[in-house]
Nanobody
Framework: VQLQASGGGLVQAGGSLRLSCAAS????????MGWYRQAPGKQRELVAA????????YADSSMKGRFAISRDYAKKTVYLQMNSLKPEDTAVYYC???????????????WGQGTLVTVSS
């Protein structure tokens, strides 16, 4: 299973970016999908997650008000729309998919390679 993330870049404070992450390979079912981020010198943290049923979860109220996670089941893709970006949002953003490769396999966490988001002040 491979996760290919894209959409990062340099943006001014107050701007927007849309991240995408497409899963490919041997996939029976994808359960939860999510986005995490890691800023320099900090631990990786959850940004947002979306269940197979479409339930969403955001790390805090600030992200919930500015970011929106969604997924396309047919394309096996998860998106993160980020608005009103702040310099403190600067980080490498990683996508995650809890995936079963066969009907009998256990769920396993797969990670994308990360995409850099830089927000200038």
């Amino acid at each position: 299973v491979q996760l290919q993330a894209s959409g990062g870049g340099l943006v001014q404070a107050g701007g927007s970016l849309r991240l995408s992450c497409a899963a490919s390979g041997r996939i029976f079912r994808i359960n939860d999908m999510g986005w995490y981020r890691q800023a320099p010198g900090k631990q990786r943290e959850l940004v947002a997650a979306i269940s197979r049923d479409g339930d969403t979860n955001y790390a805090d109220s600030s992200m919930k008000g500015r970011f929106a996670i969604s997924r396309d089941y047919a394309k096996k893709t998860v998106y993160l729309q980020m608005n009103s970006l702040k310099p403190e949002d600067t980080a490498v953003y990683y996508c995650n998919a809890v995936t079963l490769v066969t009907p009998l396999s256990a769920p396993y966490d797969y990670w994308g390679q990360g995409t850099l988001v830089t927000v200038s002040s």
